[in-house]
């Protein structure tokens, strides 16, 4: 599963930097599920997108 939330596209040549987290690690009957956010970022800091992404991984 995944989602992003767009702030603006980013400029055409534009330099942007993302950055990821760990938001959730929860293990249940053998699958284990983790939750990632990464927040783009552009050129002066200024966001440009968020997402959120469900891995669901056999144990």
């Not at 760990?22 to 968020?50: A, K, N, Y």
Request: with cysteine; hydrophobic share 25%; proline share 3%.
């Amino acid at each position: 599963d995944q989602e992003f939330e767009w702030d603006r596209h980013p400029k055409p040549g534009e330099t942007v930097t993302s950055q990821g987290r760990v938001v959730s690690d929860i293990s249940r009957r053998g699958m284990r599920f983790l939750t990632f956010e990464t927040h783009t970022r552009g050129e002066g800091g200024s966001s440009v997108c968020r997402s959120r992404a469900l891995f669901v991984i056999r144990s």
